[in-house]
């Protein structure tokens, strides 16, 4: 036997006790079946992340056995029907700190692709569009041993927007040369009528929301939060006649990264007004440019209360 090869224990150094903030495990892929009342039931294969906190006092076996006994607990929540993923995340965390009497701080993080089905705009072609629902949970344990735990779900859907920036100095270029052969009234005629072209971004929105107790929300509603909130919305399929009401209706509907942020908050308070004030949410847009390498970003992270607050104050200025 080549005993080169073989670790030395015996003088091996311990590890340091340092309290670690994560252990666990990433990219755990399940199959999950959401009920949906009155409907066919929706089949995921989400992708699981899933943490605990480890102590300085927990090493060597403990460690390993990490792991094992997360993917352990996504198993057996993952054997009942659930109908909501943010509550399954929730559950997931609970047994986590059930199981981990040392940790005192448990999340689990949820994404699956995500099929919804839509009619193309003016042939009313059927599509299978592909967008992502995400879902996560944080659980912390008290002194006096209460778990109290937060959720959040959301989504991510791609659709596209147009530059106005761009847009307007086209307008001018064109304007320009029409005024070399056009009195200025009908050069205003012809401005107000036609659809000037711009460079185009696919944008990525996002949004997240905090689930309070007792309360419902759709990942599908998200979803149509997200999609109305940008330029236009795309599709996988799309006739000639489709094409042509996508262009024209996103090129006349310009917009910044930040409009869309913007949009899809005012959405959001409208929608979930009924929400509690300290319900927190997360907006967030990237535009993946068209003749730049960089790409466009913009971020909201506040409570319902603030954002209303924000709202009510613009409205009034």
């Known amino acids: 036997m080549d005993l080169t090869c073989m670790p030395d224990t015996q003088n091996?150094?311990?590890?340091?006790?340092?309290?670690?903030?994560r252990v666990g495990v990433t990219g755990v892929k399940k199959l999950l079946k959401i009920e949906r009342v009155g409907k066919r039931p929706i089949v995921?294969?989400?992708?699981?992340?899933?943490?605990?906190?480890?102590?300085?006092?927990?090493?060597?076996?403990?460690?390993?056995?990490?792991?094992?006994?997360?993917?352990?607990?996504?198993?057996?929540?993952?054997?009942?029907?659930?109908?909501?993923?943010?509550s399954l995340c929730a559950s997931i965390v609970?047994?986590?700190?059930?199981?981990?009497?040392?940790?005192?701080?448990?999340?689990?993080?949820?994404?699956?692709?995500?099929?919804?089905?839509?009619k193309s705009p003016v042939t009313r072609l059927k599509t299978q569009e592909m967008t992502k629902i995400m879902a996560d949970a944080s659980?912390?344990?008290?002194?006096?041993?209460?778990?109290?735990?937060?959720?959040?779900?959301?989504?991510?859907?791609?659709?596209?927007?147009?530059?106005?920036?761009?847009?307007?100095?086209?307008?001018?270029?064109?304007?320009?040369?029409?005024?070399?052969?056009?009195?200025?009234?009908?050069?205003?005629?012809?401005?107000?009528?036609?659809?000037?072209?711009?460079?185009?971004?696919?944008?990525?929105g996002m949004i997240m929301i905090e689930v309070p107790e007792h309360q419902i929300i759709r990942g599908e509603d998200i979803i149509e939060i997200i999609e109305g909130s940008m330029s236009s919305s795309v599709s996988e399929m799309l006739k000639r006649p489709d094409e042509n009401a996508v262009v024209l209706h996103a090129h006349q509907n310009p917009m910044f990264v930040e409009d869309c942020?913007?949009?899809?908050?005012?959405?959001?308070?409208?929608?979930?007004?009924?929400?509690?004030?300290?319900?927190?949410?997360?907006?967030?847009?990237?535009?993946?440019?068209?003749?730049?390498?960089?790409n466009a970003f913009a971020e909201k992270v506040a409570t319902l209360k603030e954002l209303k607050s924000e709202i009510e104050e613009g409205n009034e200025l």
Not at 14 to 21: A, E, G, K, R, Y
Not at 94 to 118: C, G, N, P, Q, R
Not at 177 to 197: G, N, P, Q
């Open 139 to 204: 659980g912390i344990r008290g002194e006096d041993g209460e778990v109290v735990i937060r959720k959040m779900i959301g989504a991510e859907v791609v659709g596209m927007t147009v530059c106005p920036c761009a847009q307007e100095t086209v307008k001018e270029t064109s304007k320009q040369k029409l005024l070399k052969f056009l009195d200025h009234e009908t050069t205003e005629k012809v401005l107000d009528t036609v659809s000037f072209a711009s460079h185009n971004q696919r944008g990525i």
């Open 12 to 21: 091996k150094t311990p590890s340091v006790p340092v309290h670690l903030t």
């Open 44 to 86: 995921l294969i989400p992708t699981f992340d899933a943490f605990v906190d480890l102590p300085s006092t927990q090493r060597g076996i403990h460690m390993s056995r990490n792991p094992e006994a997360i993917s352990e607990v996504l198993e057996e929540a993952l054997d009942k029907t659930t109908v909501e993923i943010e």
């Open 94 to 118: 609970h047994s986590l700190l059930k199981k981990h009497k040392y940790a005192t701080h448990a999340e689990v993080s949820m994404k699956s692709d995500f099929m919804i089905m839509k």
């Open 261 to 294: 942020v913007r949009n899809m908050v005012q959405k959001i308070v409208h929608q979930y007004s009924h929400l509690p004030d300290d319900t927190l949410i997360t907006v967030r847009q990237v535009n993946e440019e068209s003749i730049h390498r960089h």
